[in-house]
């Protein structure tokens, strides 16, 4: 079965750091993109930062640009978003997603992040 | 990459037909054939519904069809059901990784 899980959601201070983690199993990520959507509360849906196959290449919403940083490790079948300067905007649920290269069509159930102080 | 355009909130009776609209750009809904639609559920995930502007993945039931025109795609539900309200977003490819969402519209099955 194929599945896609987050962890390493939490309750951050503004301005503080978090470190989210996706482990896919069922599938070898080798051969598809990557890419975390993250949903605020009661808000719609908005992808933050995407990565290649053999991430050499990636892609940041203007809103993350400078403080996320997304990387894979191919071989643990991860996927990873280094999160800094956090900002109370931040908060929302993040999911973890791939799919074909049109289409997302496999979802983690997601992580919560909280910024607030 | 701004957001598609979807209008907020749709409504429809039983057994009518509905459909929302999600209006992009040249660059992305209008420069692809990839546009794809998610049915949400509160508190669940996002549900891929329709994918390639028309395609329907195994398990949805031919009720939602998907079109394009230019820099707009639509959705339509036919023989609305009681399920079916839910939130519903546009997704479309937008080259290289890129995908921009739509805004979202809430369907309510009066």
């Known amino acids: 079965e194929v599945q896609l899980v987050e962890s390493g959601g939490d309750l951050v201070q503004p301005g503080g750091s978090l470190r989210l983690s996706c482990s896919a199993s069922g599938f070898s990520v080798n051969d598809f993109g990557l890419h975390w959507v993250r949903q605020a509360p009661g808000k719609g849906l908005e992808l933050t930062s995407s990565?290649?196959?053999?991430?050499?290449?990636?892609y940041y919403a203007d809103s993350v640009k400078g403080r996320f940083s997304i990387s894979r490790d191919n071989s643990q079948n991860m996927l990873y978003l280094q999160m800094s300067s956090l900002r109370a905007e931040d908060t929302a649920l993040y999911f973890c997603?791939?799919?074909?290269?049109?289409?997302?069509?496999?979802w983690g159930q997601g992580t919560l992040v909280t910024v607030s102080s | 990459q701004s957001a598609l355009t979807q209008p907020r909130s749709v409504s429809g009776s039983p057994g009518q037909s509905v459909t929302i609209s999600c209006t992009g750009t040249?660059?992305?809904?209008?420069?692809?054939?990839?546009v794809s639609w998610f049915q949400q559920h509160p508190g669940k995930g996002p549900k891929l519904m329709i994918y390639?502007?028309?395609q329907r993945p195994s398990g949805v039931p031919d009720r939602f069809f998907g079109s394009k025109s230019g820099n707009t795609a639509s959705l339509t539900i036919s023989g609305l059901q009681a399920d079916d309200e839910a939130d519903y977003y546009c997704?479309?490819?937008?080259?290289?990784?890129?995908?921009?969402f739509g805004s979202g519209t809430k369907l309510t099955v009066l």
């Open positions: 040249s660059s992305d809904v209008g420069g692809y054939n990839y």
């Open positions: 990565i290649s196959p053999n991430g050499d290449i990636t």
């Open positions: 997704c479309s490819y937008a080259g290289s990784y890129i995908f921009v």
């Open positions: 390639d502007v028309s």
């Open positions: 997603v791939t799919g074909s290269a049109y289409y997302y069509d496999q």
